[in-house]
């Protein structure tokens, strides 16, 4: 669709290189910025999705930064401004190769491998007798190794990050330590707006001089899971499905398309007025999330806009 940005070419004042992730796209300033640029593609399953989503980048690069904000008393992040709605320019940090993934509850991957008949996740027993969506005794960390754009996500245990000298073990229980932190201060934010955050990741880097802080995206319907706090125990107790907020209701459609991201299989085809019942979504996560209404961004020219931003911010 024209109206949203699935892939940039900018050149910016000092620009020294940059990384295209699944979503987002990276871009190194003088040895001491990132810029990172939102785009409106959508990935699931570890595959992108052949369109884009009008508004999605936005979306998710403001309640990342606006979780980011609500966080920093608690950990410390990259963040340094937000010169677009969706850019946030940071610190130059070196990113650790995993994702810290924390459940509170048995749902998604989770659940999926608890109804294969596996009861360890990267190395965490999960207790008997759980059925989907229930909640976790204490919050479980899985983590998993972060994939290059087009691989997976592959879990693994706190014994073989460590062990295989992807993190140093002493790295590892700060990482761990934050990754708590940051789950409780979300849960609490979830709670005021009648939310559950179900789980989610978080991504973290090392700046030039040592300090491990968050990067990337927090508490965002693409990193994270949220249930409907009103009516959770009744649907629980009738077995029936959660009223999610996250993007979970593009996964189901995809599988009921069939489609999981599994070697042979073709991404099916998503009509025009089916994007737009997702970008309607994303921005009704969006106020649900924030508790804020939306304000749709300027996208007759986004490619334009951005990079006249972003200029204008470097040359301050």
């Known amino acids: 669709m024209s109206n949203t940005i699935i892939d940039t070419n900018f050149n910016f004042p000092n620009q020294k290189s940059v990384y295209k992730g699944k979503v987002r796209e990276v871009y190194s300033i003088s040895d001491e910025q990132l810029v990172m640029?939102?785009?409106?593609?959508?990935?699931?399953?570890?595959?992108?999705?052949p369109k884009g989503i009008p508004y999605k980048g936005q979306i998710l690069n403001q309640i990342a930064?606006?979780?980011m904000k609500e966080t920093e008393d608690l950990v410390p992040n990259w963040l340094i401004a937000t010169p677009d709605p969706n850019v946030a320019v940071g610190h130059l940090c070196e990113p650790f190769k995993v994702e810290m993934v924390i459940r509170g509850y048995m749902s998604g991957h989770a659940a999926r491998e608890y109804k294969a008949g596996r009861r360890i996740l990267c190395g965490v027993l999960m207790p008997e007798g759980l059925k989907d969506n229930d909640k976790f005794p204490e919050p479980i960390i899985t983590p998993a190794t972060k994939a290059e754009m087009g691989d997976h996500d592959e879990d693994i245990s706190r014994e073989d990050i460590i062990a295989k000298g992807i993190v140093s073990e002493d790295d590892y229980l700060i990482l761990e330590d934050y990754t708590r932190k940051l789950f409780a201060r979300g849960t609490e934010i979830a709670a005021k707006r009648g939310l559950i955050l179900v789980d989610t990741k978080y991504e973290f880097g090392k700046?030039?001089?040592?300090?491990i802080v968050l990067i990337d995206e927090i508490h965002t319907p693409d990193s994270s899971r949220?249930?409907?706090?009103?009516?959770?125990?009744?649907r629980q107790d009738n077995d029936e499905a959660q009223k999610q907020l996250s993007k979970e209701f593009v996964r189901q459609w995809l599988i009921s398309n069939g489609f999981q991201g599994l070697e042979g299989q073709t991404v099916p085809f998503m009509s025009d007025d089916y994007i737009e019942t997702v970008s309607e979504r994303y921005i009704e996560l969006y106020e649900n999330i924030t508790g804020e209404a939306f304000v749709k961004a300027d996208v007759s020219d986004i490619q334009s806009r951005i990079s006249g931003n972003v200029i204008a911010y470097l040359k301050r």
């Open 37 to 49: 640029v939102a785009t409106d593609r959508l990935s699931a399953f570890d595959v992108v999705m």
């Open 65 to 67: 930064t606006k979780m």
């Open 207 to 211: 700046t030039k001089d040592g300090k």
């Open 226 to 234: 949220y249930f409907y706090a009103d009516g959770y125990q009744e």
